[in-house]
């Protein structure tokens, strides 16, 4: 990590607080690779080549068909509290791919593109990988090398890019794929079901608890793409994982696209935790530049006693639109959202998460935490629906927000559609902003103005924090604080 | 006057264009105790205000010199780094900030500053754990979050461990004693004076006589409309405890 830099200037005043932010984004560099690129444009053509490209089998180009048909009878969507930019589909390339492609060690690789995930942080070489994390790291539209393979599939776990699991378990994919979010679900579901290039697939087969922590680092580098990752989980029932999400990309004028589908189901007894560090380019002081953030992810609580966690911290992208969700349809089962999203500059972020109760004594918690300074508007929106069969659900909702500024904006949306009247619907809500008396305490104790940001910060967020695994929860703790610096005011 | 640590010269200060200070002048040396009393309203808040930074006054004539260096001309958190500390009279609060990571970060930066080592974890808990016993601060409020939940003398008694922490040069007390009962004042007051040594001088902010029975002072100033307008010894604030103010707003009305 890059040391945080300590700005002496004196407390609490306004117009120094406002002063540019610290510190660059220190992912924006752009690897030079040979990258095999297609022209720009979507058309069915375009779906059958990168198909082809991917030799796939008959039904996946059917599904992805079908999705790019019903697409193109679908508007943009714009109920979010965002302004988007209108979007040329027809200016993105929809598959780009480092041109060595599949290698089958890590002499294979090319050093180019070891380096790059070396300035990542990303420990690929074997060697390296005693942190006891699986990886797979997705670079534009492939995925180029997964870690730790053999040890996972000694217990039968299967940890692999989904286009391997196409080709090597079919039958399994063709099972889960798109049946939790279906590719008719929205906008940017459907264009990602017709274009989805790669992305992880993890199994874990009956009774097994996954002895490490899996991960996938996504990075977007070839300019003028878009990123349409797809990531399935299945859990099957007793089984257990962690799986943990990160993302960078170079910094560019333009914007750039980046619509993934996570889904995730989790069968009897079964538990998944879901944790997202995003931090894809958030755009320069003025808004120009970064990724448009526009992500579907939603988990099935199928099985009885089953429980999905999700916890994300949210501090790129120049316009978030996520809602990880879960479907709570096995009977006791359990659904978690703690989120942290931080939005400064220009950023925009309307994220939150939808809690569906079916089944009989589900249970749902949800913990957002918003920090919106400079001029970014930070919305929270989320959905507690309680069907007329999930007698006794429970849910907690707690919905904070945070204000460096004063010329930013957070919102709550909170939607609550209750049709059984045995459920119990909690909602609590704040709105705090960072006080002058607080930063001059801290002042007065030694403490200069950005640090003591970065303590009340990770102060405020400690609740969705300590939901991380270790290995992440200092990295997104330096992460916020970094993010910070200089836009207090 | 080779050990003078603070030397107030002239000092006017004023908040929203409306002056409180109008000329505090004010030498304090190692080893000793100050009192300022006053009336409500005087601009005794405002002058510790001052002395530490809090921008929200806006310094409009004098200086201040501080064991050599110009004070005013320091951030705040660089007067606390040369030894300057303040124990609020309303210590604020910060959820979800641990007083071990708020002291920690404190200790560290004033490290820092004097070009040292970060103190390890381990050193880091033993010194806590040291100076708390001085105010006999359970360790359950250490493991809290920074004033979150504290009683009045909870938080008072926080401020003094603090000062424990941070072995200042010169610490103001601002009204230290408002809100404390009488076992709460014993114990902070307690607390001060095993803290004081030749090398260091502590002013303590006070409307009342009653923190000075256990803090002895030895000199009294009286801040009346942002001057002070009389010192004396301690007999000046047993004086005060019998006639209230009332005869120095007379004295002093113009």
């Known amino acids: 990590m890059s040391e945080n830099k300590i700005n002496n200037a004196p407390a609490a005043d306004e117009d120094i607080l406002r002063q540019a932010t610290g510190d660059e984004y220190k992912y924006g560099f752009v690897t030079d690779i040979e990258t095999d690129i297609i022209p720009q444009g979507l058309s069915e053509d ?9 030799g796939e089998p008959e039904w996946l180009l059917d599904f992805r068909l079908k999705a790019y048909r019903h697409w193109q009878t679908l508007e943009v969507p714009n109920w979010a509290h965002l302004k988007i930019p209108p979007i040329d589909f027809n200016s993105i390339s929809y598959y780009a791919a480092p041109k060595k492609n599949a290698p089958h ?10 380096k790059t995930f070396d300035k990542l942080g990303i420990p690929l070489e074997e060697q390296k990988v ?8 997705v670079m534009d539209s492939v995925s180029v090398k997964t870690t730790h393979k053999e040890k996972l599939a000694e217990l039968g776990i299967i940890f692999c890019s989904i286009s391997e699991a196409v080709k090597d378990y079919p039958d399994l994919v063709k099972k889960y794929l798109g049946k939790v979010v279906s590719y008719r679900d929205n906008f940017y579901a459907a264009l990602n079901s017709a274009v989805f290039s790669d992305g992880s697939f993890v199994y874990i087969p009956k009774g097994v608890r996954c002895p490490m922590e899996l991960s996938t680092y996504f990075r977007i580098n070839a300019s003028g793409t878009g990123q349409f990752e797809r990531t399935l989980i299945v859990a099957d029932d007793d089984a257990y994982v962690s799986y943990l999400e990160g993302c960078t990309a170079p910094m560019r004028d333009e914007n750039q696209l980046h619509a993934a589908i996570v889904e995730i189901i989790v069968e009897d007894r079964a538990e998944v935790k879901y944790s997202t560090v995003q931090n894809w380019y958030a755009g320069d002081k003025d808004g120009k530049g970064g990724v448009y953030n526009f992500v579907t992810k939603r988990g ?35 659904g978690e959202f703690y989120s942290v999203a931080v939005t400064k500059n220009k950023q925009q972020a309307d994220t939150g998460t939808k809690m569906i109760h079916i089944g009989r004594n589900t249970r749902s918690t949800i913990v957002s ?15 507690v629906k309680v069907a007329p069969t999930a007698d006794g659900s429970r849910n907690h909702t707690q919905c904070d927000s945070l204000l460096l500024s004063n010329r930013c904006g957070a919102h709550t949306f909170p939607y609550v559609d209750i049709m059984n ?17 607080q930063l001059f305490y801290c002042n007065q104790r030694g403490i200069p103005t950005e640090e003591a940001v970065g303590l009340i910060v990770n102060g405020y967020a400690k609740e969705v924090m300590n939901k991380l695994p270790m290995e992440f929860a200092v990295e997104a703790q330096r992460l916020l604080q970094v993010t910070l610096e200089g836009s207090v005011g | 006057m080779d050990n003078i640590l603070l030397n107030v010269n002239n000092l006017h200060a004023s908040i929203n264009g409306k002056e409180i200070l109008k ?23 405002t002058l510790s205000a001052v002395l530490t930074g809090n921008p929200s006054f806006t310094v409009t004539e004098g200086s201040v010199d501080f064991h050599g260096k110009d004070l005013l001309s320091l951030s705040p958190e660089d007067r606390s780094h040369e030894g300057l500390f303040l124990s609020f009279q309303y210590p604020v609060e910060i959820p979800g900030v641990s007083m071990v990571n708020f002291m920690r970060a404190a200790i560290n930066a004033k490290r820092k500053y004097l070009n040292e080592e970060p103190l390890s974890a381990s050193d880091f808990l033993k010194l806590m754990r040291q100076k ?12 809290r979050s920074v004033n979150e939940g504290f009683s009045g003398g909870e938080k008072k008694r926080n401020e003094i461990f603090q000062m424990a922490m941070l072995e200042p040069l010169l610490s103001i007390l601002d009204e230290t004693d408002s809100g404390l009962d009488i076992d709460a004042l014993r114990i902070v007051a307690e607390g001060v004076n095993k803290l004081k040594s030749q090398e260091n001088a502590t002013i303590v902010i006070t409307h009342y006589q009653r923190l000075l029975d256990y803090i002895k002072p030895d000199f009294v100033h009286i801040l009346y409309k942002g001057r002070i307008v009389m010192t004396g010894g301690p007999e000046l604030a047993l004086e005060l405890e019998k006639t209230g103010y009332d005869w120095i707003k007379q004295k002093y009305n113009d």
Request: aromatic letters at 4%.
């Open chain 2, 132 to 143: 708390r016993a001085i105010v006999e601060l359970d360790n359950k409020l250490a493991s």
């Open chain 1, 46 to 54: 375009v779906v059958r080549l990168i198909s082809e490209k991917k």
């Open chain 1, 369 to 383: 935490k918003g920090i919106s300074a400079g001029e970014s508007e930070n919305s929270y929106r989320g959905l």
């Open chain 1, 421 to 437: 009247e045995t459920a119990i619907v909690e909602h609590e809500a704040t709105t705090s902003k960072i006080s002058e008396e």
């Open chain 1, 130 to 137: 005693l942190s006891g994390m699986a990886v797979d790291a």
């Open chain 1, 300 to 334: 099935l609580c199928r099985g009885d006693y089953s429980k999905l966690s999700w916890t994300q911290v949210e501090t790129g992208s120049a316009i978030t639109w996520k809602y990880p969700s879960c479907v709570l349809q096995g009977e006791g089962s359990t």
């Open chain 2, 23 to 45: 000329g505090i002048n004010l030498t304090i040396r190692q080893g000793e105790v100050h009192a300022i009393m006053g009336p409500n309203g005087s601009g005794k808040s």
């Open chain 1, 105 to 114: 060690s890590i002499d294979e690789v090319d050093p180019e593109l070891l």
